[in-house]
């Protein structure tokens, strides 16, 4: 079946302006993950969602994002008031429970100008 | 909290070659992933692996809990397993984390 689908592959866009990633992720997939990787680095986890509930929103890197999950499929983290910091790939994952693999989408590449 | 270290950094080697890279974690995990990711990008899941061993073709994985280690064996290598290796760990306690290793860059030459 279709994989993990983030979209857009690639956001353009302006400091101080608000962008909307989104998540699609594998049909029957409970558990759904945001990460962040800047250039040449490791993946750093931002959330968790079990079915639309996020227990635990700590690893948001401050107040201006947020995140949520409708449905129980669809995903979607927003970036308040953006800043060139800010600029990194956006990955998703989801995984049949949270004790199951993780299987990524192919990312979002954002530049904040 | 807690640490994961992975190594060597980085790893050349002569397509045919067998290597060994290692992950190291601090504190008890509830479970742990091995990935690639390719030079384009893209992360594939490569082993599910809380503890024991596993194996898929010429890639195998241990994971040795109680010792807070696991290494993923690479055979015959091949210029498609040039890429990054991740290991990540997943916590639950005071809620739910993944924490990935700083990764192994590895080059294989033809």
């Known amino acids: 079946g279709a994989g993990v689908s983030q979209s857009p592959s690639n956001k353009v866009t302006e400091k101080g302006k608000d962008v909307e990633l989104r998540c699609d992720p594998i049909?029957?997939?409970?558990?759904l993950y945001w990460y962040r990787q800047s250039l040449g680095q490791g993946l750093e986890f931002l959330i968790y969602f079990q079915g639309n509930s996020a227990p635990d929103k700590s690893g948001l890197p401050s107040d201006r994002f947020s995140a949520e999950r409708t449905g129980g499929s669809v995903s979607t983290l927003t970036i308040q008031r953006t800043q060139q910091e800010d600029s990194a790939v956006y990955l998703c994952a989801s995984s049949h429970t949270w004790d199951q693999p993780q299987h990524f989408g192919d990312g979002t590449r954002l530049s904040i100008l | 909290g807690i640490q994961v270290e992975q190594s060597p950094p980085d790893l050349i080697l002569q397509e045919g070659a067998n290597s060994t890279l290692r992950c190291n974690f601090s504190?008890?995990?509830?479970?742990l992933q091995w990935f690639h990711q390719n030079p384009w990008g893209q992360l594939i899941n490569l082993f599910y692996?809380?503890?024991g061993t596993k194996q898929n073709g010429r890639l195998s994985a241990t994971t040795v809990a109680t010792e807070r280690y696991s290494l993923l064996y690479i055979s015959s290598s091949q210029t498609t397993d040039s890429g990054v290796y991740f290991c990540?760990?997943?916590?639950?306690?005071?809620?739910?984390?993944?924490?990935f290793g700083a990764g192994t860059r590895l080059f294989v030459k033809a």
């Open positions: 990540a760990v997943e916590l639950t306690t005071g809620g739910f984390k993944t924490i």
């Open positions: 504190d008890s995990v509830n479970n």
């Open positions: 049909s029957g997939h409970t558990a």
């Open positions: 692996i809380p503890s």
